[in-house]
């Protein structure tokens, strides 16, 4: 398995509050990426990190922040926690390059947030 | 605009059958392709992938997928399923230059 954990894997919060959502990785992947998975909705892209300090939005944006100060880093901030945040978080990570590069995307196990 | 799109949400099928699932790509440059299988509970792994050379790709367990430049396609087929198929299957694409996309993902349910 490629070298990515998230941290932590399961969370209760309360409405309200911040939360952060850790994803580290071990590959010198350029590419990261958060997204949420919800039944029936399948993988919602949130936000993702094509280098350091540089981030752009998904499609499920709203709510959320994050920010990569390190290549090994990404980081998911949910500012207020609402009810309907409440999810199962997947952090990904690719690589790119020249042409013929193995571009696979790397999942990490997966992080469970309650919003109570 | 890139995208992927699965047309199938939901399949359910008998033991033994053949199954074909449908992925359609709108993808700029020279394109990446591939189909991740995730199990109840965990996360998605990879079953197999397309860069370059062969139109016919085989990944484990069994899977094969065909691409087929000129419909834009990248249909994950199985000559035969077992019950240990049941998952939720995605397809994506991706470039060296570009993020990766995912599909919305297809149910695939198997009966004993």
């Known amino acids: 398995d490629a070298g990515i954990t998230q941290s932590p894997r399961h969370k209760v919060t309360e409405t309200g509050t911040p939360v952060t959502l850790r994803c580290h990785q071990t590959e010198n992947h350029r590419y990261m990426y958060w997204y949420r998975q919800d039944p029936g909705h399948g993988l919602r892209l949130i936000h993702y990190?094509?280098?350091?300090?540089?981030?752009d939005k998904g499609e499920v944006s709203d709510g959320y922040s994050v920010s990569r100060s390190k290549t090994e880093d990404f980081l998911l901030t949910l500012e207020s926690a609402t009810s309907s945040q409440t999810s199962v978080y997947f952090c990904?990570?690719?690589?790119?390059?020249?042409?013929?590069?193995?571009?696979?995307?790397?999942f990490g196990q997966g992080t469970r947030l309650t919003v109570v | 605009a890139q995208s992927v799109s699965q047309h199938n949400h939901h399949v359910i099928l008998s033991e033994a059958a053949s199954l074909e699932l449908g992925c359609n790509y709108s993808?700029?440059?020279?394109?990446?392709l591939f189909w991740y299988v995730q199990y109840p509970g965990q996360h998605l792994q990879l079953l197999l992938k397309y860069f370059s050379g062969d139109p016919l790709v085989k990944g484990i367990k069994g899977f094969e997928a065909e691409f087929i430049k000129s419909k834009f396609s990248f249909n994950l087929r199985k000559p035969s399923v077992q019950w240990s198929d049941t998952a939720e299957y995605f397809c994506a694409a991706g470039s060296s230059a570009s993020k990766i996309i995912f599909g919305s993902g297809t149910r695939l349910s198997i009966r004993p």
């Open positions: 993808y700029g440059g020279t394109v990446n």
């Open positions: 990190s094509y280098g350091v300090k540089d981030t």
């Open positions: 990904a990570i690719s690589a790119s390059g020249g042409p013929g590069s193995n571009t696979e995307a790397f």
